[in-house]
């Protein structure tokens, strides 16, 4: 009995040791031996971690295996998981083992962890074609050699787009049409339209109060309450500093005039029980449950934010109550630039391919196979006659079922696969006459249009949500540091400006709220000031300046820098 | 007679204050149930209610629009399956293993006789207070060639201080004559272990194995380190870790304004509700089997020398 016990015990721990030696597989990639040994054609499989959140695709994904039958290879993407993407990065360097593509970060490049693509390029005409030269010349890291392949922002002959997807003050129907379709330029003039309206209808039909604007403030959303000054101010989106055309000096929005004004008024209306008493304590989903219910009147957020809010709206009938984009002001009689369609010239970031990648040349002819007019179509619009039907004018449209399917998490796990995160078109389908994507193909969106919303757009001469904002293009050769938050957002904390980069950040999300809330606006922003002053912006600044005149040095080939 | 009478009182007097008190315990044991069944009862209404109708909020004890959908929607992935597989597995085969030799070792330090059990006691209690971090800990392990494998679930974690402690401390209060009368009798320490502790430890084995099996069921950062792209060593803990922070973000910029291809959906709070019922039912269907060794409690301090 004894013997046996002690037996079985022994056995136990010796299984426990072989196992733990054993158990390793040292090559993650042995799948991805490129020798043919089998008669059918072997499909190349690639790992992919993108330091984002996202959601992971089924195994034997329909469009994933098509698209593996025709080019040979497939990728296997991961996100972002209980991690913040620094950690996440940092557990890769520090492991030294990576997947074979990742998404560009100053980090890896300091580890040594990416291949150099330079040499590469010229064999793969789709990835070579994808920027021009100005662009690619933009991406050398101080080394001389390009590392990434940015995926977003190439617009393929012009842009379609139909929903501004950006930042604006998005505004329902309902007041608009309750005030016989106004003009709505200027900041006051918005709030007192909201002020009117919920003095009329404080209720909703179900009892439940109105809410007249909403303020989403919470952790990275906080964009929301922060950045509007820049817009107001008649900018486009730098996102983190206002650029000046002329000068190319840089400048902090969040000290102008314009801001002081901003914060102000949002105080002021505040006090008056406008604005939602309780935004500074409201996380993102209960951000998104009070938008869903229809009661928010008015809010400055990105449209892609709250899409699937407007989807519940939609779902329980309220359709007076979706929204439309507002180009506020601050002042009358100003161009506003809420849209912008540019194609960046100087550009930052992208896809990488590791050092770990065994078969560079295999990723390479993938992403370069992913940019095939064929493929590309079945990344965005999926497979012909299952996602999408092509009437007889070669118009590529959907039934209502597939509409649903498109946006059924489910459905496309298990069918669609996009590659989101690698190097994809906006603007036009290859075939030059469909969009790229189902929701900018012009006779798609009108079918999805609501009467509410048809009546409004009509009503100020518009026939896209994009017609509700005015027009800009930026040329990329005029501008080329725009947007400057590819480079902000790239900023770490070893630099004085990413530093102060940082501080800046707590500092508004502590500050701004409290100056909103205050019962003494002027103590309350000053003491703010004083707390953001104390993170020394200028540091900031002086690295956004420098980065303004390399941009205009690498593609202007001009170096603009005041004389000493 | 006038003593009985002050007895009586008494007695009533103390009967009053007992109602009292238990009625003071009572009431705040109730608004502690309340406070903590609550959650659990709003994520089972929510995981049972219309996804896009969740989004407006507002669901309490009974789910508004009925519905299977959320449930469906995570079972439907393969992933899962091979999840729960390996969640089983590394529970059963952790529990098994960290629990025997986290009793062996209790059981040597925790004889008189050995006169390294006191050192030896503190070397493993300094690992409850100090240790060398993640990344350090990661390398190590992948070192010793334990990434990718099934093992690092088990093994790095093989013995925890704390639960050392608790058995040891246990064995400690067993009287040390039973110990002696076995030896008289000609018992070597295997058999004292096995025939005599083991035997009278099973009240704190059931309470430690608990503590081992939820921490393993409910481990998915050890996954996500070491098997992030291994597909078939993925667990459960982990598969809806994922589903839980698949958020829509075009890419992640306050500042994106185009839409990155087709854009993702945001996991709906109905579906992460669905999905975390179906990850703690199992462990919460254990607790009932074990309960009853938990009226011995645990005790750690008043060691004996």
């Known amino acids: ?564 | 007679m006038g003593a009985s009478k002050v007895m009586y009182q008494k007695k009533k007097r103390f009967q009053i204050k007992n109602l009292i008190y238990t009625g003071i315990i009572g009431l705040i044991l109730t608004i502690f149930v309340i406070v903590t069944i609550y959650p659990i009862i709003n994520t089972l209404a929510i995981s049972f209610n219309d996804a896009i109708d969740s989004l407006r909020g507002g669901i309490h004890l009974l789910p508004r629009k009925w519905t299977l959908e959320n449930y469906k929607t995570v079972l439907h992935k393969e992933s899962m399956v091979t999840g729960l597989y390996i969640s089983v597995l590394r529970t059963v085969v952790g529990t098994v293993l960290q629990l025997s030799v986290t009793a062996l070792i209790a059981f040597v330090i925790s004889r008189k006789n050995f006169i390294f059990a006191k050192p030896i006691s503190v070397l493993y209690v300094m690992t409850m207070y100090i240790n060398g971090g993640l990344i350090p800990g990661f390398l190590l392990n992948k070192s010793l060639g334990f990434t990718n494998s099934f093992w690092v679930y088990i093994i790095p974690g093989m013995v925890s201080a704390f639960n050392l402690l608790v058995i040891r401390t246990y064995m400690n209060g067993l009287p040390d004559s039973l110990e002696e009368s076995a030896m008289m009798d000609g018992a070597g320490y295997f058999t004292i272990f096995r025939k005599i502790i083991v035997p009278l430890c099973m009240p704190v084995f059931a309470t430690v194995a608990l503590f081992i099996a939820v921490g393993q069921w409910n481990a998915w950062f050890d996954v996500m380190l070491y098997n992030r792209m291994n597909e078939n060593l993925t667990t459960l803990q982990y598969e809806l870790m994922k589903l839980l922070s698949s958020v829509s973000q075009l890419s992640g910029d306050a500042n994106t304004s185009r839409v990155a291809g087709t854009s993702t959906q945001v996991t709906t709070t109905s579906v992460r509700a669905a999905a975390t019922i179906l990850t703690c039912l199992p462990i919460v269907a254990l607790y009932p089997f074990l309960q009853r060794y938990f009226v011995t409690g645990l005790t750690i301090g008043g060691v004996k020398e």
């Open chain 1, 1 to 564: 009995m004894k013997k046996r016990f002690i037996a079985v015990l022994m056995c136990v721990m010796l299984v426990t040791a072989l196992f733990a030696g054993c158990g390793k597989n040292d090559d993650k990639n042995s799948k991805n031996s490129t020798e043919t040994g089998g008669a059918a054609k072997e499909i190349k499989e690639f790992t992919a971690f993108f330091d984002r959140q996202g959601t992971e695709l089924n195994k034997n994904n329909v469009v994933q295996d098509l698209i593996a039958e025709k080019i040979g290879a497939k990728c296997k993407e991961t996100w972002l998981t209980g991690q913040t993407a620094e950690e996440a990065v940092g557990m890769l360097i520090a492991s030294g083992e990576y997947p074979d593509f990742i998404n560009y970060t100053q980090q890896l490049y300091d580890a040594g962890a990416l291949v150099a693509l330079d040499d590469y390029l010229d064999k793969y005409p789709n990835i070579k074609n994808f920027w021009n030269e100005i662009q690619w010349n933009s991406l050398r890291q101080p080394d001389g050699h390009i590392y990434s392949i940015p995926q977003f922002g190439k617009i393929n002959e012009k842009l379609m787009d139909t929903q501004n997807n950006g930042e604006a003050f998005w505004i329902q129907t309902r007041v608009l049409k309750w005030a016989n379709y106004p003009k709505i330029e200027t900041l006051d003039e918005l709030f007192k339209l909201l002020g009117d309206y919920y003095a009329a209808n404080p209720t909703m039909a179900d009892g439940s109060s109105v809410i007249p604007f909403e303020i989403l403030a919470y952790d990275w959303y906080y964009f929301c309450l922060e950045n509007p000054p820049q817009f107001l101010d008649g900018h486009p989106n730098n996102g983190s500093v206002i650029v000046d055309p002329s000068t190319f000096e840089v400048i902090d929005y969040n000290t102008t005039p314009t801001a002081k004004r901003y914060f102000q008024k949002l105080n002021e209306e505040y006090k008056k029980g406008i604005i939602d008493q309780e935004f500074m304590t409201m996380n993102h989903d209960q951000f998104l449950e009070k938008v869903s219910s229809g009661r928010v009147l008015c809010m400055v957020e990105q449209h892609w934010d709250f899409n699937t809010a407007e989807e519940a709206i939609k779902t329980q009938k309220l359709n007076d109550c979706t929204y439309v984009p507002l180009g506020i002001t601050i002042d009358p009689g100003m161009q506003e630039q809420y849209y912008a369609a540019n194609e960046a010239m100087a550009l930052t970031g992208g896809l990488s391919i590791t050092t770990s990648c065994k078969d560079v040349e295999g990723a390479l002819q993938f992403v370069n196979d992913l940019l095939d007019p064929e493929i590309v179509t079945l990344r965005s619009w999926g497979i012909e006659g299952t996602d999408y039907l092509v009437g007889d004018d070669g118009l590529y449209y959907r039934t209502q079922e597939m509409r649903d399917n498109a946006v059924n998490a489910d459905y496309k796990a298990s069918n669609l696969s996009a590659y989101g995160y690698f190097p994809n078109f906006s603007g036009m389908n290859p075939d030059g006459k469909n969009a790229m994507t189902p929701d900018t193909q012009p006779s798609e969106f009108f079918e999805g249009l609501s009467a509410e919303v048809q009546e409004c757009l009509t009503a100020y001469g518009a026939k896209t949500y994009v017609e509700m904002l005015d027009y800009n293009k930026i040329d990329g050769m005029e501008q080329p540091w725009y947007p400057m938050w590819s480079f902000s957002n790239n900023l770490t904390t070893e630099t004085p400006g990413g530093l102060a980069w940082t501080k800046m950040g707590d500092t508004k999300q502590e500050y701004l709220p409290q100056v909103v809330i205050a019962g003494d606006f002027d103590e309350s922003w000053n003491k703010y000031m004083d707390a953001y002053n104390a993170c020394k912006p200028e540091d900031f600044l002086k690295e956004m300046q420098e980065e303004v005149y390399n941009r205009i040095e690498k593609v202007q080939g001009k170096d603009v820098r005041p004389a000493k």
